[in-house]
């Protein structure tokens, strides 16, 4: 599935975000200011175990704004953990082939040894955000019809949408910031084992 070479074509996290064409700045604020706890870190760094982990997303996906910069920030905590991003419409053969076993959803963390041999997958986002989405969702109904509209009538005017989505993810933001990053470093770092 991802081969030597295939990983060597990865991008760092700096490269991403220079190329991100939306959540450019609010990925800049999440790098910056993402923190793991210091246990976590420990736990991390006493994990003792090489892994690669490629990172299939697209800049304008809510979920790797969230969860992309815990990862790195993982990485600084675990020296043996690297990581390669790529922009999932760009790899449409691996993307179909992943979409045929589940993994259609992104971010998408694919979490290898070090020789490139599959060790598991981490994808979207913890199981503890959809509880907090679909309580968004029931307390906020015109996202859902803004939605359907937009999908039945692409050419739309899109600034009723966009207000919504970016008040989500404003929560989402908080979410992450109270209790959903442990839940994703916890959820990550079980994959990896």
Excluded at 6 to 34: A, P
Excluded at 135 to 147: L, R, S
Aim: glycine fraction near 4%.
């Amino acid at each position: 599935m991802v081969d030597e070479k295939l990983w060597q074509q990865g991008m760092t996290i700096g490269d991403f975000v220079k190329g991100m064409d939306k959540y450019q700045e609010e990925m800049r604020i999440r790098l910056r200011d993402t923190r793991i706890t210091p246990a976590e870190c420990q736990r991390l760094r006493t994990f003792g175990k090489p892994r690669k982990v490629v990172v299939l997303t697209e800049a304008w996906c809510p979920d790797s704004l969230m969860n992309l910069p815990l990862l790195i920030k993982m990485a600084d905590c675990m020296p043996e953990l690297e990581i390669r991003i790529f922009i999932r419409s760009q790899l449409p053969e691996l993307s179909k082939e992943l979409s045929l076993q589940g993994y259609e959803k992104i971010p998408l963390f694919i979490i290898m040894d070090e020789h490139l041999q599959l060790i598991g997958y981490w994808m979207e986002r913890p199981l503890l955000a959809n509880k907090r989405i679909a309580e968004w969702i029931k307390h906020n109904p015109k996202f859902v019809e803004a939605k359907a509209q937009f999908k039945m009538n692409p050419g739309m005017d899109r600034s009723v949408l966009d207000s919504l989505i970016e008040k989500f993810v404003d929560e989402m933001w908080n979410w992450y910031d109270t209790e959903l990053q442990s839940e994703t470093v916890k959820e990550v770092l079980a994959a990896m084992a």
